[in-house]
Each structure stands twice: as C-alpha cells, then as structure tokens.
C-alpha cells in the first residue's frame, strides 16, 4: 500500500505544497513498524517537511489521554512544556505515520501557538523513511 501526501496541507495540489516549501512524502510498508512515511525524493537538511496536524488539548484532556493510551500501548500525542498536546490521531494527516528510531533524521520544532513542523536534520534520499527519537521506548511497556 502506498498513500501519495501533500506535505501536511490537505486539499490542496502537490504543486502548491511544493510553492509552500514541502516536499512529496509518501506513506507505506515500513521495516521499522507497521506504516512509515518515506522521501518521495531527495530532501535537504533543514528543509521543512510536514506539519503534525491533530486536535489541540487542554492539560486536563492531555492526562487524560495520556493515561488511556499508556493503556493500550500507542500514542499520537505530541505533548508541549506547558502541559498541552496536539493528538494525531484526530484532525490528523500522514505526519503520524513517521516512526521512531533513535538516529532520527527529522526533528520536530514548534512555531508559534499550536503549530508542530518536521525539518530535516540530514539530507534524506528518495525513498528514505522519516524517522524521528520520540524520546521515550514505544516498545517499553507503561503499567
């Protein structure tokens, strides 16, 4: 399975998110687990990627959510030092599909208010997968 993406900006053409600075990303098979999203060419370090997109949480809903996918063993939320997160797995687009690895090659930066944007950390050749240190074990058991 393979899923073409737009650079994080849904319904619009590849040639405008190209105009935006994004590059073509795409999701499949991955080595590292399940979906991954892969270079659909080559990428300069530095460059943007993609938007983590999802929907914006109170601290409250943020422990609350954190608690229940501690749970169940999977999470999509990317969680700011204040408290909040954002949670792809609502309102969300391919950037969830960039797994883990502890030689990342993005990194993920927070521009203004709610806003979560990958950037290259090193040039990544066409058909690379993204990947990105979530900065805890995703295979570590929370009980």
């Known amino acids: 399975m393979i899923i073409k993406c737009d650079g994080g900006r849904k319904g619009i053409s590849d040639m405008k998110a190209r105009a935006a600075g994004y590059p073509k990303l ?32 109170s601290k409250r809903e943020t422990q609350r959510r954190r608690r229940f996918y501690d749970s169940i063993g999977f999470t999509c939320l990317m969680e700011f030092a204040d408290g909040r997160a954002v949670d792809g797995l609502f309102g969300t687009n391919e950037s969830r599909f960039i797994n883990h690895s502890t030689k990342p090659n993005v990194a993920a930066v927070r521009e203004g208010e709610r806003h979560i944007i990958f950037y290259a950390l090193d040039d990544i050749a066409k058909g690379q997968e993204l990947t990105f240190n979530y900065g805890f074990n995703p295979k570590k058991k929370v009980r």
């Open 26 to 57: 795409f999701v499949a098979r991955s080595p590292i687990h399940g979906l991954g999203l892969f270079a659909a060419e080559n990428i300069e370090w530095g460059q943007r990627l993609i938007e983590y997109q999802g929907q914006l949480l």
